[in-house]
T-cell receptor, first 108, second 113 residues
Framework: GENVEQHPSTLSVQEGDSAVIKCTYS??????FPWYKQELGKGPQLIID?????GEKKDQRIAVTLNKTAKHFSLHITETQPEDSAVYFC???????FGAGTTVTVRA | DAGITQSPRHKVTETGTPVTLRCHQT?????MYWYRQDPGHGLRLIHY???????DKGEVSDGYSVSRSKTEDFLLTLESATSSQTSVYFC????????????FGDGTRLSIL
């Protein structure tokens, strides 16, 4: 599969602060980029996705940005809350590949 | 939540034994996938199916086989389990192909002693 680089691998933020996770990919033919959230003991759940015809998409406190030229996309979580603590994965479905995951911890 | 059921949810078995994991969906989605999840590796694709009796290999297919005899069921078989196959296995489904989101089951934790 495609090598999808996801950074950072762990992220600790104070409640109310923002969190940003970035993924890079290599195949320029990729045109759909989802983000998943995985809570303990559960399967990953889709939280937001973006297609290559737009540069940004928002859903309440979550946003995804895409830079097709640079081949990277990022997840932004604003006003973080304790329930945002989880593992987050980016994916490049065109290559059936996932990033290695980011463990986000929100400190109260 | 998407109607995906994985069974069993937990299994402990011995090296050399055959193991079959089942994924059952009620969404009538065409695509089904098997992944394994290991620390530091994220989700790695084992096999996937794009229709009844249509399957293809993923990144880590060695030692695994799959079958899909009807739309709703996708079986993953370890013919002779090894300790390196100890992992959490996830099934996923999608309505379309690589431009559609995947929906995941809650996983099977498999331990091979």
């Amino acid at each position: 599969g495609e090598n999808v680089e996801q950074h950072p691998s762990t992220l600790s933020v104070q409640e109310g602060d923002s969190a940003v996770i970035k993924c890079t990919y290599s195949d320029s033919a990729s045109n759909y980029f989802p983000w998943y959230k995985q809570e303990l003991g559960k399967g990953p759940q889709l939280i937001i996705d973006i297609r290559s015809n737009v540069g940004e998409k928002k859903d309440q406190r979550i946003a995804v940005t895409l830079n097709k030229t640079a081949k990277h996309f990022s997840l932004h979580i604003t006003e973080t809350q304790p329930e945002d603590s989880a593992v987050y994965f980016c994916a490049v479905p065109y290559k059936l590949s996932f990033g290695a995951g980011t463990t986000v911890t929100v400190r109260a | 939540d998407a109607g995906i059921t994985q069974s069993p949810r937990h299994k402990v078995t011995e090296t050399g034994t055959p193991v079959t994991l089942r994924c059952h969906q009620t969404e009538n989605h065409r695509y089904m996938y098997w992944y394994r999840q290991d620390p530091g590796h994220g989700l790695r694709l084992i096999h996937y199916s794009y229709g009844v009796k249509d399957t293809d290999k993923g990144e880590v297919s060695d030692g695994y086989s799959v079958s899909r005899s009807k739309t709703e069921d996708f079986l993953l078989t370890l013919e002779s389990a090894t300790s390196s196959q100890t992992s959490v296995y996830f099934c996923a489904i999608s309505e379309g192909g690589t431009n559609q989101p995947q929906h995941f089951g809650d996983g099977t934790r498999l331990s091979i002693l």
